[in-house]
């Protein structure tokens, strides 16, 4: 008969020294399987005469119940330390510093463009687009600047390499060739805005050869000056977020508007600081006059019936004016520095009034 001792530290041995759950489940079919060593031993027990099997059989049991004590602790202890495992695989360190986000600023020419879309939108105005390469009839000759017109040379036009209809295509100087390309095609009447890129052969600290403006039209069968000064008295009001800005209009010339008007708003340059709203000062922001009759006709429209007012103004200039920006190259150096300072939060939703810098 096997020494029960030897086989007891055998089998101990193996359950102790089960590394997983499937080790230790080999040990027990070594141990208690249908082949197992004990199983073996308590097999033998019937060629035993009685005397013996008594005694035998007694040890036998206790063994098996040792052994399958020993087969429940280690099974206990495996399964403990897969769960402690897990556990430290999957512990988040709540302590450690949170990385830093970093978000996006909004451009201060496109936070200006949604201001001023917002300001005219809610007096009822659509936004109209037109092309950025434009050609010669619409950008001068159907805004009444003739080949000849000594308006031509006051635009720094960049031309292309490409003619069509039988003229070089150029990069729309200002953003009144979207005023045809609408009466073209929309019946009258007629309230749009076109904010969008323009592009003069210029630069200093006060141009840029690509710049923005946003163009207004108003068509229909009684529009007249005194809506014209309303409609842009209460834009530049809403803009500033000032309610008693003082708006001028002086009499000027475009050859697409008769009669013209350039409007100022009132300021002060006080101690070499500008402030707008107060003072004896003046600045022109925009350009502004009834359609010329000639420009309604040159799109087919009856300018005995029809008539209205237009506007155009440069982006750069009134965003630089309404958040103190003192260089108008610096809005296109793409400098994040720059951007961190002048620019807006992406929630912001642009307000019909002066806000306040985020
Ligand atoms: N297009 C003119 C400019 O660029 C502005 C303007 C638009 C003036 C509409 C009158 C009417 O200076």
């Known amino acids: 008969m096997e020494d029960l001792d030897k086989l007891k ?39 035993m005469d009685a005397e013996a099997r008594r005694e035998a059989g007694q040890k036998f049991n206790v063994l098996k119940n040792e052994i399958g004590a020993a087969l429940d ?15 430290a695989a999957e512990k988040i360190d709540i302590t450690l510093p949170p990385r830093s986000q ?4 909004i451009h201060p020419i496109s936070q200006t463009m949604d201001e001023v879309i917002a300001i005219f939108g809610e007096m009822g105005f659509t936004v109209a687009e037109g092309p950025d390469i434009e050609e010669d009839w619409y950008n001068f000759t159907a805004l009444n600047i003739p080949p000849e017109h000594p308006a031509r040379q006051n635009h720094d036009t960049f031309y292309l390499d490409a003619e069509k209809n039988g003229a070089p295509l150029l ?34 600290a006060t141009h840029s050869p690509m710049f923005h403006q946003v163009e207004g039209l108003v068509i229909d069968e009684a529009t007249h000056m005194g809506h014209l000064k309303g409609c842009l008295v209460d834009f530049c009001r809403a803009f500033f977020g000032i309610d008693d800005l003082p708006v001028r209009f002086r009499p000027s010339y475009f050859p697409f508007t008769e009669p013209s008007a350039e409007v100022d708003i009132g300021c002060s340059f006080a101690g070499g600081t500008l402030t707008i709203g107060a003072g004896e000062g003046w600045l022109e922001i925009l350009g502004s006059g009834m359609v010329n009759p000639k420009v309604l006709e040159n799109c087919g429209i009856d300018s005995t019936k029809y008539q209205g007012f237009a506007f155009g103004m440069g982006i ?15 809005f296109y150096e793409s400098d994040v520095r720059w ?20």
Do not use: W
Request: charged share 25%; with cysteine; net charge positive.
């Open 171 to 204: 990069l729309r100087t200002h953003t009144s060739p979207v005023q045809i390309r609408t009466m073209q095609n929309t019946k009258p009447p007629l309230r749009i805005i076109a904010p969008g890129r323009t592009y003069r052969c210029d630069h200093d």
């Open 73 to 87: 602790a280690r099974k206990a202890q495996l399964e403990d330390s897969t769960i402690d495992a897990r556990l």
């Open 339 to 358: 951007l961190n300072h002048y620019g807006f939060a992406a929630l912001d939703v642009p307000s019909l009034v002066g806000r306040a810098r985020p």
């Open 316 to 330: 750069e200039r009134i965003a630089m004016l309404k958040y103190g920006i003192p260089d108008l190259r610096t």
């Open 9 to 47: 530290s055998d089998l101990s041995a193996l359950i102790v020294g089960a590394a997983d759950l499937a080790g230790l489940e080999a040990a027990r079919i070594e141990a208690l399987g249908r082949n197992g060593r004990i199983t073996q031993l308590l097999k033998g027990l019937g060629q």
């Open 102 to 105: 970093r978000s996006g600023r």
